[in-house]
């Protein structure tokens, strides 16, 4: 570490301003961020000083996903590792080269982002695909909209409706038959596996997996998405370090629940095989509560998570779709800053009233 | 693009028909005020036909003859024409230029008609045609209406045949029917065909112009 930080102040001159790299000043940045505490100060108030800066914040989504990127390495082989560094790569390359056209900093955005986005896609979509869509969220779903804190869509989900709409036959063919026993397909590449409907697509035919299948996620679907235990685990740690919020996802999966119970008039074993099947819990956790993309109100936050779960349910038992999440969330997150609106304008009045 | 702009050019120094404006006209129909780019006009159309690029042609070019033919007659009557009832007078002759666009295309090019559906007759309730008439050759004269006409049309052609060369050839692997890109190799981006396509690619062809042309820094620095 000692030497990486010599190197580091050695080099910095060249990186500033009038230095021969001062074009890749990002770059720089960047790794002097990533590895080390960044030497800017605030020069005016406020100084506000907190441990939980937004790398850190990143850094335990990461920690969370940890559990969900080991089972899908377990049931779909190594070719998810292949398609997480496709992922980074091209979101990366896109970011890099904007930070550097616009003369910005890198954001730790891409962090989470790129570790989400292959984890929602088909485990034998075709790796081009996988760096298409990684760049056309990064692109269009973030820096667009001004980069990390300012889009009003998830990236990660712009970049599968994307691919989904784009590319439909893929998407719905890359379902690979996930791995047996005790070491699944960890230790296999996977190109040529056997592919086989989703669970939510046979369902619709009239065949339902089995629910501890469901649940341990021995199933085809997006890569993340089939462990409902994984999900579990990784969302459970992010509640209790308070990353996610829970009214998000109490909000969406209770209404989802009560929507799916209306519709199956009351049949316990649907509504638990539905809350388990496709990517609602993952789309709970990990998509929806994105603190950027949500709204900021606690209070709007029930009505956000409520759009969301009724959407998800409504799109999955009544439209050509078998899944909902994706459409849902984003569908949520177009209401969020509405909400907001709403909720602050009601706060306000409501506090003028009393005093 | 006032009409009462003091540009003279150099080819007749003020003395030619087209009162000394007709370079400039040319410049802002095709470039500086380009209705589809800049004024973000006529996007319906813009965003319905251009999915290919022989539609997107054909379109741009029943916009310019519309066009050029439009304001050639409401110059020619802007002196007759009572301020009340001019814009059904505008209408009229829209809506004349526009049957006899349609009655060609229907009687020589008749896969073509059927392609571009009712978005032909649309062109009477398109809001470049309108305003044109209604900001340019209401004030000025035949000759250089026509030009203001034509150049709109052209700045609506090209834009038009942009989004569709793109649309086609990255939607299907296609120009003007034909496979250019290898099927074998090439899988065709079914989005871009779509109508959402259609906006990403307008919205992206937007942005590269007010790069190339700076308009956000100078809006910028007046804020």
């Known amino acids: 570490m000692k030497l990486i930080l010599t190197l580091l102040d050695k080099t910095r001159p060249l990186f500033q301003e009038g230095g021969r790299f001062a074009a890749l000043k990002p770059i720089y940045d960047a790794a002097d961020a990533f590895l080390f505490s960044p030497l800017t100060r605030t020069s005016r108030a406020p100084h506000v000083r907190d441990p939980l800066d937004v790398k850190r914040y990143m850094s335990t989504v990461i920690i969370a996903i940890a559990p969900c990127l080991l089972a899908a390495i377990h049931f779909f082989g190594l070719r998810v590792l292949a398609m997480v560094l496709v992922s980074y790569a091209a979101g990366g390359a896109v970011e890099v080269l904007l930070a550097m056209f616009k003369k910005e900093e890198i954001n730790e955005g891409l962090l989470v982002t790129g570790m989400l986005f292959p984890l929602i896609l088909p485990p034998g979509l075709p790796l081009w695909m996988v760096a298409l869509g990684s760049a056309f969220g990064v692109l269009v779903g973030k820096e667009l909209f001004g980069g990390t804190g300012r889009n009003l869509f998830n990236p990660a989900l712009i970049g599968r409706v994307f691919l989904a709409l784009s590319y439909p036959r893929a998407m719905s063919a890359g379902w690979i038959e996930p791995g047996q026993g005790l070491v699944g397909r960890a230790l296999e590449y996977a190109t040529d596996a056997v592919t086989m409907a989703t669970p939510l697509a046979a369902a619709k035919s009239g065949t339902w997996a089995a629910l501890p299948k469901l649940f341990f996620g021995n199933v085809t679907g997006s890569v993340g998405e089939t462990s409902a235990l994984a999900v579990l685990i990784g969302g459970a740690f992010l509640l209790i370090i308070g990353i996610a919020n829970w009214r998000t996802v109490a909000a969406m999966l209770g209404t989802f629940v009560i929507v799916t119970a209306g519709i199956y008039s009351g049949d316990p074993h649907a509504i638990i095989w539905h809350l388990l099947s496709g990517g609602l819990l993952f789309g709970a956790f990990f998509m929806a509560t994105d603190p950027v993309s949500s709204p900021i109100m606690n209070s709007a936050k029930w009505v956000y998570g409520a759009i969301i779960g009724i959407a998800t349910a409504l799109i999955r038992n009544f439209t050509g779709y078998v899944e909902g999440v994706m459409f849902a969330i984003l569908l949520g997150n177009i209401f969020a800053p509405v909400l907001d609106e709403l909720f602050v304008t009601a706060h306000v009045r409501r506090l003028r009233e009393e005093g | ?223």
């Open chain 2, 1 to 223: 693009m006032a009409h009462n702009d003091q540009v003279v050019c150099a080819t007749c120094g003020g003395s030619g028909p087209c009162d000394g404006k007709g370079r400039e006209t040319l410049r802002a129909g095709v470039w500086v005020t380009n209705p589809v780019s800049v004024q973000v006009l006529g996007i319906c159309s813009a965003l319905a036909v251009t999915n290919k690029l022989e539609n997107s042609l054909v379109m741009g070019a029943a916009l310019i003859f519309v066009g050029v033919g439009t304001n050639l007659f409401v110059s020619l009557l802007r002196n007759v024409t009572p301020r009340r009832i001019r814009m059904i007078a505008e209408v009229a002759i829209i809506a004349t230029f526009v049957i006899i666009f349609d009655q060609i295309l229907k009687a020589y090019y008749w896969e073509m008609s059927k392609q571009l559906g009712p978005y032909v007759g649309l062109i009477i309730t398109n809001c470049i045609i309108m305003g044109r008439a209604e900001a340019f050759a209401l004030s000025n004269r035949p000759v250089v209406s026509m030009l203001d006409g034509l150049a709109n049309g052209l700045g609506y052609a090209v834009v038009l045949g942009i989004i569709g060369f793109f649309r086609e050839l990255v939607g299907t692997g296609a120009l003007f029917g034909h496979q250019v890109l290898g099927a074998d190799w090439y899988t065709p981006n079914q989005l871009m065909i779509l109508a959402p396509g259609a906006f990403i690619a307008l919205g992206f062809l937007i942005a590269l112009y007010n790069a190339i042309t700076g308009i956000n820094k100078l809006e910028g620095k007046g804020s």
